[in-house]
């Protein structure tokens, strides 16, 4: 019977999500196109909108500028009595005001008979045409007038002195500017539709999978255990929907059928009783045998399982709060960073990323135990308070080491929920939706990596990037009341299938030594390190420090680090389709982070592609590179642990690797401290990539080594 | 407020005893809402009334605080100081006031004197116009002054005075022609020692010789004056000194002869003389601030004590145009829309 039980469940699993995954996709794709569709258009009519307020608005502003600078001279010259040619700093002034109006281009104070006296940022190509509108200056000669010379609106005011107005000051807006303008607001739209997409698309997964896609399928599985004659399935399922109402219909059918089968069993028995003849009497009784067998009622109520997809949208929240300051959050520690620092102005900047990833790591380390104890979404919600105080200290900070102690308790409570997630996964999977369960983890990571950033980045320029913390804080409160809703009551956790969870002892040190004995293994690490040495060293910090440097806002940032996840979220299912086709996953490994680090190299043609391009092109290759490992990493992993099942339980190997694995994001702040304490930023990126090709090039050598031995062990 | 002086005419006989006092004091009564007792203020002042008691007294009147006051000068000499002591022993004031760290010094002695029993150590006292009350040695610190006395600074902090003076021009030599027996000046010319090279300048300081009397001795300032132009000075420097303030005339008019700008840390110099800028407290807006002192001591009850000295936020950038004409020494364009501009009446 167990036999069966377990087939039933198996066909349930295998067939059944299948069929409901087309109509949810479509149902899924027909709501995500409407809304992008819709929201489209509402961008491009609010483009529109700002196509046409932009222009007018930049030159109020210019005549605003113009109109109080004329002003300020006029009363030097007229009222101080300071001869136009004696006035003193006014480049420096000039410098000044553009200083803070980045919208003007450029500020030349002209005189008739000597041309350009003072001036800052005037193109060249200006500079001889300015006596020239001067003469041109007919009707307008006394009044503030704008013409378009060389692709700039100049904005001219006349200066009087002493009622001659031989003089003008010229303020400049560049047409280019304003379509620069209207690139970052449409790219700053663009940011918000994907990052609106993916959280609709994320909460629109969730109310499917709970409210119908999980509910269906035990409808089904206790259908189809019908079919087979047992009926002791009953659903536990309150909702006020079609799909109630389905629920109660059914477990109404299945109570009357067992009534009727009951009196049905009654009845035999008192036939049975009745009867003087024995022979009639064991036919009846051989009867009523074989009914019990074909029709169970022997169980009561079944609750609906959780599922491992409910862990995503409470994780989430948490990665997309944790994302938030990923862009500019170096940049933010430099503004807590003493006047004397007791290390190096560089390492200051790397030591919060640093330590939170060390917190983090131990955290992951130590939770195997109370995992055991609480259950996952206990610790899930321990590790939801440690970040909440973590994020409300970081905003209340005012020193560095405040800083640093509230990060590391930030850290902690990564820790715990990573450990949280990931066993939440592991109890809740079954062998035949492993690959598919960790989708749903990895999936609510990278959601997090395209919405975190670029939102993020947007608010801090607005709002400030100390209140971005309050604003993670929020987020983290509502993934710990997702994670209450979703994950608490849950039968499983502390006890059952415990000893599945990652992390399980991964003290010993047997189990280590085995599995660094294996080439494969080591090789396999080295690529795991080099790609989170470069996400962690790269992504958090170089890209936010380089791209800074380079005069790009929070905002710009976060977009460019947006692609990242956006790359890697359009692009692993497809190169993890492809792994699986080719099935030569250490190759796209090493495909992958050669890929990766050329891609940071494009930082030394920085000279041809421009800096920002440069980096741009680093961002992509990474992204594509990282899409090529990731899949296909986890496949060799599998294979790894199915090598040494034996030996070593799996979950202990999963956990040596992610522990090794782990040390890829604390190496990697500690190094990119290091190389731009000695060289610039461009070269510091291309020095990971480098670091990247050796590491690379060392595991095809190791993973080679390791073949043509067990190729030589088995033809011995 | 007339009719209110007759209702009272204790207040007038305390008028004109007060006016019959030999140094020429006075006092001065303001409102009393006929409630409350009026605070009884005793003030002392270095050389006559100035804007800051104007504005001290306005702030009190504006706040509607019944003060009774009474002025006392000294006359540009310390020795004055003794009989307004033991006045002020008599009439028990509730609060004293001093102007200037000289009259500070010799009403309400230094903070460890050995000779307390010659100044006012019990009545809580506010001091205004001192340049620098710590180093001069009236409080303990400008947090918790260690005594019934606390005050407020007048001077805008050295390091923001430097950053104007090369803001204006990047002189590269500052001179200090200073009188050496103030000890306030002393002080300041310590402090400049580090402060002006910190701006990226060179620092002259040039005391004062000495006449028989010992004291700064006035007929040798346009000497000094040339002495410091023939060794590269490019700006002059006026601090917190009575004796340059007295002889503002002859010596910035000298300055300007010899083609030097002055600059002055102090009101006086750029209002009564002819510097040709300054960074400085306006006098008003600081009795204002002293009158809020007061009013801290005599409504909120704060113990002196526990005061903190107050400072101004806010510096007025002073520029006498004619000065600067006759200099041709022209500002910034930059310090026009910030600079109070105006003309000290150079001929």
């Known amino acids: 019977m167990d036999g069966q039980k377990a087939q039933v469940e198996d066909t349930a699993d295998s067939q059944v999500p299948a069929r409901q995954r087309s109509l949810f996709l479509r149902l899924l794709m027909m709501g995500g196109a409407i809304m992008l569709v819709s929201q489209i258009v509402i961008s491009w009519i609010a483009l529109k909108g700002f196509e046409e307020e932009l222009g007018p608005e930049l030159n109020q502003k210019a005549s605003a500028v113009g109109r109080a600078l004329s002003t300020e001279l006029t009363y030097a010259i007229n009222e101080l009595g300071i001869p136009p040619g004696k006035l003193v700093g006014v480049s420096e002034y000039f410098q000044h005001i553009l200083e803070s109006n980045f919208d003007i281009q450029y500020l030349a104070l002209v005189d008739n008979p000597s041309g350009v006296m003072f001036e800052h940022s005037v193109p060249d190509k200006l500079l001889d045409q300015f006596p020239a509108t001067l003469h041109e200056s007919d009707g307008s000669h006394n009044s503030h007038s704008i013409r378009d010379i060389g692709g700039y609106l100049d904005h001219r005011f006349p200066i009087h002195f002493k009622g001659d107005s031989s003089a003008a000051l010229h303020v400049g807006v560049s047409s280019g500017n304003i379509r620069q303008q209207l690139a970052t607001i449409f790219f700053e739209v663009i940011a918000v539709i994907v990052v609106s997409m993916v959280i609709t698309l994320e909460l629109l997964t969730m109310f499917m999978s709970r409210r119908i896609l999980d509910p269906t399928a035990h409808l089904q599985k206790v259908l189809e255990a019908g079919s087979k004659g047992k009926f002791s399935y009953r659903l536990s399922l309150r909702a006020r929907n079609e799909i109630g109402l389905m629920v109660s219909s059914l477990n109404r059918l299945l109570y009357h059928l067992e009534q009727r089968y009951q009196d049905f069993q009654f009845e035999l028995r008192e036939l049975r009783d009745a009867q003087i003849d024995p022979r009639i009497s064991q036919k009846i009784a051989a009867l009523k045998t074989q009914a019990s067998k074909r029709y169970g009622f022997t169980d009561q109520f079944s609750v609906i399982e959780k599922t491992p997809a409910l862990i995503r949208v409470p994780f989430f929240l948490f990665i997309f709060s944790e994302e938030l300051s990923r862009s500019f959050f170096p940049l933010f520690v430099s503004g807590f960073i003493p006047v004397e620092p007791a290390l190096s102005y560089e390492m200051m900047i790397s030591l919060p990323i640093t330590l939170f990833m060390v917190a983090a790591v131990v955290a992951t380390l130590l939770a195997g135990n109370l995992t055991h104890r609480l259950g996952c979404s206990r610790l899930f919600l321990i590790g939801i308070g440690c970040a909440f105080a973590g994020y409300c200290g970081t905003f209340l900070s005012d020193n560095y080491t405040e800083l640093i102690i509230w990060r590391c308790l930030n850290g902690v409570g990564y820790g715990l929920i990573f450990n949280a997630c990931e066993t939440w996964i592991a109890l809740h999977s079954r062998a035949g939706n492993r690959a598919h369960s960790a989708s749903a983890y990895v999936g609510a990571i990278f959601a997090g990596y395209v919405c975190g950033p670029s939102l993020g980045g947007m608010f801090a320029d607005h709002v400030g990037q100390q209140t971005i913390f309050l604003i993670s804080a929020g987020l983290s409160v509502l993934s710990g009341y997702a994670a209450y809703r979703l994950l608490a009551s849950s039968s499983s956790g502390p006890g059952k299938n415990a000893g599945s969870a990652p992390n399980a002892r991964v003290f010993g040190m047997r189990p280590w030594a085995i599995l660094f004995s294996d080439n494969l293994f080591i090789s396999t690490i080295l690529t795991a390190i080099s790609t989170r040495t470069t996400l962690s060293a790269f992504l958090f910090v170089l890209i936010p420090l380089y791209l800074n440097e380079l005069g790009h806002s929070s905002t710009q940032i976060g977009q460019m680090m947006m692609l990242y996840g956006v790359i890697i979220v359009i692009g692993t299912p497809a190169t993890s389709r492809l792994a699986d086709k080719i099935g030569k996953y250490f190759t796209m490994t090493v495909m992958g982070a050669t890929l990766s680090g050329l891609g940071l190299l494009a930082t030394l043609a920085s000279d041809h592609l421009g800096d920002s391009r440069a980096v741009l092109i680093s961002i992509v290759a990474v992204g594509l590179g990282h899409c090529l490992i990731l899949s296909p990493r986890y496949a060799i992993m599998q294979q790894i642990v199915y090598r040494y099942r034996h030996l070593i339980e799996s979950s202990v190997s999963i956990g040596i690797y992610q522990f090794v694995d782990r040390i890829g994001l604390i190496i990697g702040p500690l190094l990119a401290a290091i190389l731009i304490q000695q060289m610039p930023y461009a070269n510091a990126i291309a020095a990971i990539g480098a670091i990247v090709l050796v590491a690379i090039t060392l595991s095809a050598i190791i993973a080679n080594v390791g073949q043509s031995q067990i190729k030589g062990e088995s033809s011995a | ?347």
Request: glycine share 8%; hydrophobic share 40%; proline share 7%.
């Open chain 2, 1 to 347: 407020m007339t009719s209110r002086k007759f209702r009272f005419p204790w207040l007038a006989g305390i008028l004109v005893i007060s006016l019959l006092t030999p140094l020429g004091g006075y006092a001065q009564h303001t409102e009393t809402d006929g409630k409350d007792q009026p605070h009884k203020i005793f003030a002392v002042v270095w050389r006559g009334e100035t804007a800051v008691e104007a504005g001290f007294k306005d702030y009190l009147d504006q706040r509607g605080i019944p003060y009774e006051l009474t002025v006392r000068n000294l006359d540009l000499d310390r020795g004055n100081a003794p009989p307004i002591i033991q006045e002020i022993r008599y009439a028990k004031p509730d609060l004293v006031y001093t102007w200037g760290t000289g009259t500070t010094l010799s009403i309400l002695g230094s903070v460890d004197t050995d000779t307390p029993e010659k100044f006012i150590r019990d009545i809580p006292a506010i001091f205004v116009l001192v340049a620098y009350p710590q180093a001069a040695n009236i409080i303990k610190s400008y947090e918790s002054t260690g005594r019934p006395v606390s005050g407020v600074s007048f001077l805008a902090p050295l390091d923001a005075q430097m950053n104007v003076i090369r803001a204006y021009r990047p002189f590269k030599k500052l001179a200090s022609i200073y009188d050496s027996t103030s000890r306030n000046v002393r002080i300041n010319v310590e402090l400049l020692k580090e402060a002006v090279p910190r701006a990226g300048m060179e620092f002259l300081p040039l005391p004062i010789p000495l006449d028989d009397d010992n004291k700064s001795d006035p007929d040798t300032l346009p000497e000094l004056i040339r002495q410091a132009k023939s060794e590269g000075v490019e700006v002059l420097y006026i601090g917190p000194d009575s004796f340059l303030a007295r002889h503002g005339e002859i010596f910035t008019k000298t300055a300007i002869e010899e083609g030097l700008p002055t600059f002055a840390s102090t009101q006086f110099p750029v209002k009564n003389s002819h510097s040709m800028f300054g960074l400085i407290s306006d006098y008003y807006t600081l009795g204002k601030l002293a009158g809020l002192q007061a009013e801290k001591i005599l409504v909120d009850g704060t113990r002196p004590r526990n005061l903190p000295v107050a400072q101004l936020g806010r510096f007025k950038l002073w520029i006498n145009m004619d000065v600067v004409r006759a200099l041709g020494v022209y500002p910034p364009l930059g310090m026009i829309s910030i600079a109070d501009f105006k003309d000290s009446g150079l001929e």
